[in-house]
């Protein structure tokens, strides 16, 4: 699972204030999360279902092939959420017979017809109705409701919105949509028949073996799924849909997209062919399933989901070319994604306390991904701003990577497992060479493939290929927590011409690690690896001629820390200048950013930035840069406007335009002006923004021509103001993302948030139901992501009952649109509850 989460810039906000630590327990001290026991072992799940869309139920039938695990029992316990049983029988080839059972608590307890032994099959058939909107289980941060079974304007009465039906089973909610046993470590083989109106396609795991036309304008499809995989990746989909053929070797790889996407597909998906085939050869162990779709879901949970052969995503991944010329910014979660039918549904998780082995693999597959298809600056830029997130979050600095003592399963879908786990394994791969790494890796999938695994299981693995001891460190990076706070001194010894570096740890618990350090002699560096071992203070020395002009402590950018470290602006360009990481180069260029207007040498790393190779890079000195200074003008102008007009990534081109602007120059007017018939959406919006600095009289014929609908943030942001105060309705449901935030931002850019609130305010007095749906999408995600901030959750109540009370008073002055406002103030209400 790829989660939906809010930007570093909006959590920081979220948690800038009154944010209490996570307090976290040993197994021992309070909960112990063991892994689920296997009384019975699922064998086969066969399902027939059709679908209520006015009651927003399914009607089902399931017969569950299965036997007792190890111990003879005569009882079977299913998972069944919120579920009308009408029927139990054992089926016999066939042949029916009642059997007694007790339905409680979403538990569906079965008496069998007799005690059954060890590898003793039996088939039970069960009868029933899925009630999705009674299901009670909460959601979580990365996934925002917990109904399993979704259906999306089932009446059709929302003129905007296709009618779809989706599910989604992680954590533990595929219960909700048919009886089972609803953990990890249950894996079954299965087949779905699936009669839905014939105008629809339907999508779910494996391959489909046959379409059946019924009468009254029906058909029935019939889909199996003939290897064993978790009852939470159990999947169906249906809707509208075009559906874009590719393949990879001989198996069949699908796009179901919605049909006014369909020209996009291959931009959106078109490289998860040479992804597959990528990540098959890094992994020494060909793609293991019989095809793979893909396919969008509206009003999604999350941000994206790993389902066995028919991953879905959020409609966010729906992108046109203004998006995809930029970035496609989806592309990440597709690797994501795939990756896992690797590690996550070929090997799974045996319990939610070791997700690690899912979702840390996901996560670093986004660097593999990056780093064979745009090189390793773009991949530890990726891998950089991951990290960061974690960094930046002490909330999560007290949680274990693997843990037993979480007070909700879904608590582990967090920074620590995706953001922290994945640079984790980063250093992993750096320590044992890319050889020992994905041999290991290699070892792992073809040992317990098709079965559950844990992070003990993965140690062994690299172990046994690697020939090395790998507890060190397990126990400090899967089960233990925090990293390592780094500082750093030296001393020149011009006796013995050596460099004596300390290294001081300043956090508990203390860590050992490799590190590689630059000793810079005569402007040139040198490379030396050395082991610090887990002590407040280690101390290295190295030869010199002379006292070293800089010394550079992780050089290569691998150890996941923080490290406290001040240079001069000479030392930051030295630093630039010659070093090949991505990481050294980003740190010296950030590290100017307060001595600009101090020193000649913070201007010459600026421009030595502007013509690096990696795009990332320039865009970051274009950023840190003000052109309404003359001396920088001066430098650093001529550079800027070749980027502006010529650079090969549009990114940099609008953030060149962002530059310029700030001179407030008309004679680059023309050049903002042609901007803005670009098909680059960021040279469009920064364009606008460039013509508002300059002319403001000019921006308001422009804002209505941007499509904003899954822009950055940042070009949000800097367009809202702009978008509020020329009214342009057509971007009303755009700005709703950071408009629903207004009460934060206040504090932080009292600007913005005046804009914001503006923002807010001008959706609630108007009568726009997929803006208030927006406020309150955007709303349900940031609850979830507010467990340690009560006074936060506060804010936001009181912000969306504000907007009710708004909506109540539209709904008495325009009576005439009672049913659509009648709809936004039941969506607020609902918001409201939702955060009791």
């Not at 954590?171 to 105008?199: C, G, H, L, R």
């Not at 998780?349 to 693999?361: G, K, Y």
């Not at 991951?386 to 007290?398: E, G, Q, T, W």
């Amino acid at each position: 699972m790829r989660k939906a989460i809010l930007s570093i810039a909006i959590l920081g906000i979220l948690f800038s204030a009154n944010v209490s630590a996570q307090t976290e327990t040993s197994g021992r001290e309070k909960v112990y999360r063991a892994t689920h026991t296997k009384v019975t072992e699922l064998k086969h799940t066969k399902l027939k279902v059709n679908f209520d869309y006015q009651k927003e139920q399914m009607n089902g039938e399931e017969w569950l092939t299965a036997s007792p695990y190890f111990y003879a029992t005569n009882e079977l316990i299913l998972d069944a959420k919120a579920m009308l049983i009408h029927e139990v029988a054992l089926d016999n080839n066939g042949k029916k017979s009642p059997l007694k059972y007790e339905y409680k608590d979403d538990v569906l307890k079965i008496t069998l017809d007799k005690t059954y032994q060890k590898n003793q099959d039996y088939t039970v058939y069960i009868k029933y109705t899925s009630r999705p909107n009674e299901v009670k289980q909460q959601g979580s941060m990365a996934i925002n409701d917990a109904k399993g079974l979704y259906f999306i304007n089932a009446q059709g009465t929302e003129p905007d919105m296709p009618t779809q039906i989706w599910t989604q089973g992680e954590t533990e909610s595929s219960s909700a949509w048919f009886p089972t046993i609803d953990k990890s470590n249950q894996k079954t083989t299965q087949e779905i028949y699936m009669t839905v109106p014939d105008k629809y396609v339907t999508l779910s795991n494996g391959v489909l073996k046959n379409s059946q036309k019924e009468a009254n304008g029906l058909r029935t499809d019939h889909w199996v799924m003939d290897k064993r995989h978790s009852t939470y990746l159990f999947f169906m989909g249906v809707g509208e849909y075009a559906i874009v053929k590719d393949k990879w070797r001989n198996i069949p790889v699908d796009y179901y997209i919605e049909k006014e996407y369909e020209p996009y597909a291959k931009q959106i998906y078109g490289n998860t062919p040479e992804m597959i085939e990528f990540f098959s050869k890094k992994l020494n162990y060909d793609y293991p399933w019989a095809k793979y779709a893909q396919i969008s879901g509206r009003n999604y949970v999350s941000g994206a989901m790993e389902n066995t052969t028919a991953t879905l995503h959020g409609s966010d991944i729906l992108q046109k070319p203004g998006q995809l010329i930029d970035e496609n910014t989806w592309e990440d979660t597709i690797a994501h994604e795939l990756f896992h039918h690797w590690f996550g549904d070929l090997v799974t998780a045996e319990s939610w306390s070791n997700l690690t082995v899912n979702e840390s693999f996901a996560n670093y597959s986004e660097y593999l991904w990056n780093e064979y298809k745009y090189g390793k600056d773009q991949a530890d830029y990726h891998l950089m701003t991951d990290v960061n997130r974690y960094i930046h979050n002490p909330s999560d600095f007290k949680k274990n990577l693997v843990r037993f003592n979480y007070e909700s399963r879904e608590d582990v879908f967090d920074l620590v497992t995706y953001q922290k786990g994945g640079g984790i394994l980063n250093m992993l791969r750096s320590y044992l060479g890319d050889d020992a790494f994905f041999a290991g890796m290699n070892d792992y999938l073809k040992t317990y493939e098709y079965q559950n695994a844990e992070a003990h299981q993965l140690r062994l693995s690299f172990e046994k290929v690697s020939g090395k001891d790998l507890n060190w460190f397990f126990n400090q990076w899967y089960f233990a927590n925090g990293n390592p706070k780094i500082n750093s001194s030296f001393t020149f010894e011009p006796v013995k011409k050596q460099v004596s570096v300390t290294i001081n740890q300043t956090q508990e618990p203390l860590f050992e690690f490799p590190l590689a350090i630059d000793v810079y002699d005569n402007g040139k560096p040198k490379r030396y690896n050395v082991w610090v071992n887990a002590e407040a203070k280690n101390t290295f020395s190295f030869d010199v001629s002379k006292t070293p002009d800089l010394v550079n402590i992780n050089a290569d950018g691998v150890l996941l820390a923080e490290i406290t470290d001040k240079k001069t602006p000479e030392q930051n360009l030295m630093q630039f200048t010659n070093s090949k990481e991505f990481k050294n180069k980003y740190n010296a260029l950030t590290g100017i950013k307060d001595q600009l207007g101090k020193s000649p040498a913070a201007i010459k790393l600026l421009s030595a930035a502007l013509k690096d190779p990696f795009f990332r890079v320039r865009i970051q000195a274009l950023q840190l840069m003000d052109l309404s200074n003359p001396e920088q003008i001066k430098a650093l102008g001529a550079d800027v406007e070749k980027l502006a007009a010529n650079d090969p990534k549009t990114l940099t081109q609008a953030a060149a335009i962002a530059a310029l602007a700030k001179t407030k120059d008309k004679k680059y007017l023309p050049m903002f002006e042609k901007g803005m018939s670009a098909v680059s959406n960021a040279v469009k919006g920064n364009s606008l923004g460039a013509i508002l600095a300059v002319d403001p009289s000019k921006a308001n014929n422009f804002a209505d021509k941007i499509d904003l609908e899954g822009a950055s943030e940042e070009l949000q942001a800097q367009l809202l103001p702009i978008i509020v105060k020329n009214k342009v309705t057509s971007q009303m449901s755009n700005i709703a993302r950071i408009a629903v935030f207004y009460p934060f931002i206040k504090f932080q850019n009292p600007e913005l948030g005046k804009a914001a609130e503006d923002g807010f305010n001008w959706i609630m007095t108007s009568d726009n139901l997929a803006a208030t749906e927006s406020i309150t999408k955007i709303a349900g995600y940031a609850k979830n992501q507010m467990t340690d901030n009560p006074q936060a959750k506060m804010m936001m109540v009181q912000m969306l009952k504000d907007g009710l009370s708004k909506k109540m008073e539209l709904l008495k002055q325009n009576p005439q649109n009672a049913a659509s406002i009648n709809k936004q103030i039941d969506t607020l209400n609902k918001a409201i509850e939702n955060y009791k």
